[in-house]
C-alpha cells in the first residue's frame, strides 16, 4: 500500500505570490541561523551556508520531533 500523491489545487495570482513572499522571508531568516564549526577531522573549508546546514542537520539529530509527515501510531 502506498501513500497516494495529495491532490493538487489552483490558485490564482496574488495567492501564488503571497506564497511566494512567504517562502523567501523564510529562506531569508534561514540565513541569519546559527553556524557552528565543523570538528577537527574534517579538514575542507567550509562556505558559511555549509557550517549552518551542519548546525541544522545536528539540531534535527538531537531533536526528540518526528520528521515532517511522520506520525506517531500504536499498533499494538
Known amino acids: 500500500m502506498g501513500v497516494g500523491r495529495p491532490p493538487s489545487i489552483k490558485i490564482n495570482q496574488d495567492q501564488m505570490t503571497r506564497e511566494l513572499d512567504k517562502l ?3 529562506l531569508g531568516e534561514q540565513s541569519k541561523m546559527a553556524a557552528i564549526e565543523p570538528a577537527e577531522v574534517i579538514k575542507t573549508k567550509l562556505f ?3 557550517k ?3 548546525s541544522w ?3 534535527r539529530e538531537n ?3 518526528l520528521p515532517p509527515f511522520w ?3 500504536n499498533r499494538w
Open 57 to 59: 542537520m545536528i539540531a
Open 48 to 50: 558559511p551556508h555549509q
Open 63 to 65: 531533536a526528540k520531533d
Open 24 to 26: 523567501f522571508e523564510k
Open 71 to 73: 506520525k506517531e501510531r
Open 52 to 54: 549552518q546546514a551542519l
